[in-house]
């Protein structure tokens, strides 16, 4: 499975700790940026990370910043995302059964790796539900192009 991953300055760290923790486990790991703590704009960076998930040039995708929410509001903007602000393995499992989210956010003020790790585990593992979810996947789509 191949995941692409970004952060802005405020999320550099855990960014840094998640691609090295994705790559022990065998995921291959497309790096958006930002490569440094200097102060960055997350939108641009957000913007990489969705585009790519939208094309299907990654399988999914992770954004962090510290609080997630900027991320989430931009990665959003893409047609086709569905990005869930998870600060639990709760949030991180119904956001994958319910809603299929296919890009993880996380505010690293909120969430350290070893959080992050479960997080993130829970998120990869569990798969959408379909059902009744998959007719409300279709009305946000209908929703999306109707703007």
Not at 61 to 83: E, F, H, P, Q, W
Request: aromatic share 6%; net charge positive.
């Amino acid at each position: 499975m191949k995941i692409a991953i970004g952060s802005d300055h405020g999320g550099f760290k855990l960014k840094q700790q998640i691609a090295k923790l994705l790559k022990s486990k065998k995921y291959s790991v497309k790096d958006f940026g930002t490569d440094c703590q200097e102060s960055c704009d997350y939108p641009l960076i957000a913007f990489s990370v969705a585009k790519s998930v939208a094309r299907k040039d990654v399988n999914k995708g992770i954004l962090i910043c510290k609080t997630g929410i900027g991320n989430c509001i931009a990665a959003n903007k893409v047609k086709g995302i569905r990005a869930a602000l998870c600060y639990n393995i709760k949030a991180a499992e119904l956001s994958r059964r319910h809603n299929d989210s296919n890009i993880l956010v996380l505010g690293a003020l909120f969430t350290n790796i070893a959080k992050a790790r479960e997080i993130i585990k829970a998120w990869l593992n569990t798969d959408f539900e379909g059902g009744r979810h998959l007719r409300r996947i279709k009305q946000i789509e209908r929703i999306e192009k109707s703007v």
